[in-house]
Nanobody, 115 residues
Framework: VQLVESGGGLVQPGGSLRLSCTASGFTFSSYHMTWYRQAPGKEREFVAHVTNDGGNTNYAASVKGRFTISRDNAKNTVYLQMNSLKPEDTAVYYC?????????WGQGTQVTVSS
C-alpha cells in the first residue's frame, strides 16, 4: 500500500499549485480521500475531502473558495488545486485514504508560500 504526494514547492503569495496523490496497492475507488496539512509547531488540520465516487466534497473554512479537491479513479489519483495562496497556507500537505477499518497516509509534500 502506498500513497505518494507530489507537486509541492515554493510559490509567491497569490500564486497557485496543484498537488497530486497517487495510490497503489489497494482499491482506490473504494476509499474516500482527504487532504490534511501541518504547519510547523501546529496540529495537523483538515483541508478538503472527496467521497470515493467524487460526488461530494467539503472544505475547511480557511480554504473554501480557493482550493479545489478532485479525483480521477482511472488514474488512482486525487488532486488539490490551490489558488490565491497565502503565507498561512505554508505547511506539509498529506493525503489520507479512508474507509471502514482502514486508513492510509502519504509521506507529505512541502508547500511554502513566501515572497
Amino acid at each position: 500500500v502506498q500513497l505518494v504526494e507530489s507537486g509541492g514547492g515554493l510559490v509567491q503569495p497569490g500564486g497557485s499549485l496543484r498537488l497530486s496523490c497517487t495510490a497503489s496497492g489497494f482499491t482506490f475507488s473504494s476509499y474516500h480521500m482527504t487532504w490534511y496539512r501541518q504547519a510547523p509547531g501546529k496540529e495537523r488540520e483538515f483541508v478538503a475531502h472527496v467521497t470515493n465516487d467524487g460526488g461530494n466534497t467539503n472544505y475547511a473554512a480557511s480554504v473554501k473558495g480557493r482550493f479545489t479537491i478532485s479525483r480521477d479513479n482511472a488514474k488512482n489519483t486525487v488532486y488539490l488545486q490551490m489558488n490565491s495562496l497565502k503565507p498561512e497556507d505554508t505547511a506539509v500537505y498529506y493525503c489520507n485514504a479512508i474507509r471502514v477499518f482502514a486508513s492510509y497516509w502519504g509521506q507529505g509534500t512541502q508547500v511554502t508560500v513566501s515572497s
